[in-house]
Each structure stands twice: as structure tokens, then as C-alpha cells.
């Protein structure tokens, strides 16, 4: 089982559905991230998350740590939004830096 | 945040032959990354590049199949040696800020 768990793998929504994506852990963390790769495949820093709720823009993440869960949510989405969403944790203790992937969410959305 | 630029951002290589991706940062940081992402699976790290010393390497990643060069606190370079068409990846660069992870824009290899 990996460490880092999301899903959907693939969602197809048309143009101003309301998107949720999701992330499951099971190690400790000291820091969740979401990531948006693009087809030619680099990679954006959407949020950093160790607690609570981040909003920017038409996204918000959440985070529950007890629950080891983590949602992205994307309102009024826009085709400019697909894109491959990626989750990754920080594990927690010392000076570790190294980030585990979940496997994505490639996100389409149709006009 | 730190603003990176990856060369090349996609080659199509002969088998046995090697490439060099560079990343060059435009900011001083002391550690950059190395990922591979290979077709339909998540990011793996292949080793962490600090300036001045040999680079860490991963399990399953070896410096004679991926020598890195991390000549001064805003460049880098990752070789693949001997390229197979397992080799064939997007390959990333990253660096750690404060506020975050900052990522190359990838280098799309395919291996022929």
C-alpha cells in the first residue's frame, strides 16, 4: 500500500462543476503539499498545508491531520484547470526533506 | 519564490547513449533535488545535490547511471548513462524554501 493514497485516478467535469480531490496518508507529517503538473510536465506549488484550510483563488485545501486526509477543492472550474493534481507529504521528524508522491489526478474539464 | 530553469525540456535519445539535463536556479540554495516520473507512476526521488559535497543517492539509484554535478549554490546538472527505453521518464529538479518546494519545468525523455 502506498504511503500516499488519491482519488479519484481521473475526473471528468464539465466547465463550473465544483471539484473535489482527495488525499490519504499514513505516516506522520510536518507538511502537506498540492501540486498541478501540466502535460509538458512541470510542476507548480500550489499550497502548503500543516493544518486548517488555505484558499486561493477559486482553490481551497483542507487538512486533517487526526484523519490523516487532505482535500483539494476547485470551485467554478475552467477547462484551463486540467491538469494532473498531485499530493505530497513531508514526513515528520528531523531534517528529513524528501516529499512521497501520490500518484495524481489527472482532471479534465470539457467546455 | 525561486525561479528555475530546466534544459532540455524534452529529447528523444538513441539507446546507449547519455544526456545531461541542467537545472539553474535563480537564487542561492543550499539543497536541489533530482525526480524521475516514469509513465503512469508517481514521482520518485533520485538524489539530493548539495554544493560541495558527493550527492545522496536513493535506493535503486546509482552514480554511475545518474552522476549529478552541483558545481555552485545555483546550478546543477543530472547525467543518465547508458540510456535504456526503462530510462524513458520525466525528469525534475526541485529546491526547498521556506515556504515550499519549487520545481523545474521537467525534461520529457524518451528513449529509442
Known amino acids: 500500500k502506498n504511503e500516499v493514497e488519491q482519488s479519484p485516478q481521473n475526473l471528468t467535469a464539465q466547465e463550473g462543476e465544483f471539484i473535489t480531490i482527495n488525499c490519504s496518508y499514513s505516516v506522520g507529517i510536518s507538511a502537506l503539499h498540492w501540486l498541478q503538473q501540466h502535460p509538458g510536465g512541470g510542476i507548480v506549488s500550489l499550497f502548503m498545508?500543516?493544518?486548517g484550510k488555505k484558499k486561493h483563488g477559486r482553490l481551497i485545501a483542507t487538512i486533517n491531520i487526526q484523519e490523516k486526509h487532505s482535500s483539494l477543492h476547485i470551485t467554478a472550474s475552467h477547462p484551463r484547470d486540467s491538469a494532473v493534481y498531485i499530493c505530497a507529504v513531508r514526513s515528520s521528524g528531523g531534517s528529513n526533506y524528501k516529499l512521497t508522491f501520490g500518484k495524481g489526478t489527472l482532471l479534465t474539464v470539457n467546455p | 519564490s525561486a525561479v528555475i530553469s530546466q534544459k532540455p525540456s524534452r529529447d528523444i535519445c538513441q539507446r546507449g547513449t547519455s544526456l545531461t539535463i541542467q537545472c539553474q536556479v535563480d537564487s542561492q540554495v543550499t539543497m536541489m533535488f533530482w525526480y524521475r516520473q516514469q509513465p503512469g507512476q508517481s514521482l520518485t526521488l533520485i538524489a539530493t545535490?548539495?554544493?560541495?559535497?558527493?550527492?545522496?543517492?536513493e535506493s535503486g539509484f546509482v552514480i554511475d547511471k545518474f552522476p549529478i554535478s552541483r558545481p555552485n549554490l545555483t546550478f546543477s546538472t543530472l547525467t543518465v548513462s547508458n540510456m535504456s527505453p526503462e530510462d524513458s521518464s520525466i525528469y525534475l529538479c526541485s529546491v526547498i524554501e521556506n515556504y515550499g518546494y519549487t520545481f523545474g519545468s521537467g525534461t520529457r525523455l524518451t528513449v529509442v
Open positions: 545535490a548539495n554544493q560541495g559535497s558527493e550527492a545522496t543517492y
Open positions: 498545508l500543516s493544518s
